[in-house]
Nanobody
Framework: QVRLVESGGGLVQAGGSLRLSCAASGITLSNYTVGWYRQAPGFQRASVATITSGGSTNYIDFVKGRFTISRDNAKNTVYLQMNSLQPEDTAVYYC???????????WGQGTQVTVSS
């Protein structure tokens, strides 16, 4: 059974930092493209950052220079380091593991990030 578990969310003041973790079981995360997504109340879920199996990364413009996505293959975990957080970053953050050739997507349950001004 495949399971993705996000952790590391919480309440932080503007300008602060958090590190989110996405730990996988049942799959080898390094074989997947992993993305962090977020969904704020009243908005659709949207991609924030992705890392491919080859290690290439991509970010939305709003978080470039503030967020860093990385993976620890030994721990089967992908991280999202978030610095200089702003109230606009408040959302539930989800991770997704995808393999296009297998036509599969696995989602975690989400972790809440709240940034106070």
């Amino acid at each position: 059974q495949v399971r993705l578990v996000e952790s590391g969310g919480g309440l932080v003041q503007a300008g602060g930092s958090l590190r989110l973790s996405c730990a996988a079981s049942g799959i080898t995360l390094s074989n997947y493209t992993v993305g962090w997504y977020r969904q704020a109340p009243g908005f659709q879920r949207a991609s924030v950052a992705t890392i491919t199996s080859g290690g290439s990364t991509n970010y939305i413009d709003f978080v470039k220079g503030r967020f860093t996505i990385s993976r620890d293959n030994a721990k089967n975990t992908v991280y999202l380091q978030m610095n200089s957080l702003q109230p606009e970053d408040t959302a539930v953050y989800y991770c997704k593991a995808s393999r296009v050739e297998l036509i599969v997507d696995y989602w975690g349950q989400g972790t809440q990030v709240t940034v106070s001004s």
